[in-house]
C-alpha cells in the first residue's frame, strides 16, 4: 500500500515537474525517466525459447530449446522483458532490497507496451487472469512488500487484465533464497512450495515475476496451478538470467 501510494505521488509529481533519466542525468525526451536513446541501450534479446524464455544465439534460434524439448516444463510460453544484466541487475535489484520504486515503474512500463503489442496481435494468448508470484508470510513480513505484486499491479492497469486475490495462491513452505543454491538445491527447495485453491472456469493464468533464473519456482508454480484445474500457463517476467 506504501508503495502505491508513492507510485501516485510520483505521478502528480510529473504533471508538474519534468523527466529527468536515471541513466544519462539529462531531462528525458519522453514522459519517464528514461531517455529514447537509454531505453535502446537497455539489455534485450530478439531470439528466445517460447517456452522458458532463455536466450538463443542472433544466428539460432528454434522455437523451443532443448532442455524444454527434453523435459517440459508445466508452464506453456514465457515473454521476458529484458536480460539480466547492467543496468537492469542494478535496478531490480534496488528495488527489491531498497525499495527503489522508480525503477520498477520504468522497467514495468516498458514491459506492459511490449506485452500490450503482443497481444494486439495474438489477442488469443491473453490471460484471463495474472498471478504474482506469491512470497511466504515470513519473507513478506521482512521485506515489507511483494515485488511481484507491485509489478502485477501496474501490468493489470496497463493491460486491463484483474489480478487473482492473493489469498488464492499462497507459498506455504519458507525456502532458502534461490541466487544462494545450486541447480538441484533449487528444485528440492521449492518443491511443494505452493497451495492453490480450485480455479473454477479460469483457463489461461500469466504468473507475475520479477527475475527468472533457473526457472524452478516458476515451474513449481505452474504445476500447482494445473493441480487445481488451469490449462494453461503463460510466465511474465521483467528479466531473464541467462
Request: charged share 20%; net charge positive; glycine share 4%.
Amino acid at each position: 500500500m506504501r508503495l502505491f501510494l508513492k507510485f501516485c505521488a510520483h505521478f502528480i509529481e510529473k504533471l508538474i515537474l519534468p523527466y529527468y533519466c536515471v541513466m544519462c542525468l539529462e531531462i528525458s525526451n519522453q514522459r519517464r525517466d528514461l531517455c529514447r536513446q537509454c531505453q535502446k541501450e537497455l539489455p534485450t534479446s530478439p531470439h528466445t525459447c517460447q517456452q522458458c524464455g532463455i536466450a538463443f544465439p542472433s544466428t539460432h534460434h528454434p522455437y523451443r530449446c532443448g532442455q524444454c524439448i527434453l523435459h517440459p516444463p508445466h508452464f506453456e510460453n514465457t515473454v521476458v522483458g529484458f536480460n539480466y544484466h547492467t543496468p537492469i541487475d542494478r535496478w531490480l535489484k534496488q528495488f527489491k532490497f531498497h525499495k527503489k520504486g522508480l525503477y520498477a515503474r520504468i522497467l514495468t512500463e516498458i514491459y506492459g507496451e511490449k506485452l500490450a503489442r503482443m497481444l494486439e496481435e495474438h489477442p488469443e494468448n491473453e490471460p484471463q487472469v495474472i498471478v504474482p508470484m506469491p512470497l511466504h508470510w515470513r519473507r513478506l513480513t521482512q521485506r515489507g512488500f511483494n515485488q511481484a505484486y507491485i509489478i502485477a499491479q501496474q501490468l493489470s492497469q496497463q493491460l486491463h487484465i484483474p489480478i487473482l486475490k492473493q489469498t488464492t495462491v499462497t507459498r506455504t513452505k519458507y525456502t532458502h533464497a534461490q541466487s544462494s543454491l545450486n541447480l538441484q538445491s533449487r528444485q528440492r527447495n521449492v518443491c511443494g512450495a505452493f497451495s492453490a485453491q480450485n480455479f473454477y472456469g479460469i483457463d489461461h493464468v500469466a504468473i507475475i515475476d520479477d527475475i527468472i533464473t533457473t526457472g524452478n519456482t516458476v515451474n513449481a508454480l505452474s504445476q500447482e496451478l494445473k493441480l487445481h484445474g488451469v490449462r494453461r500457463v503463460s510466465i511474465w517476467a521483467l528479466a531473464r538470467v541467462n
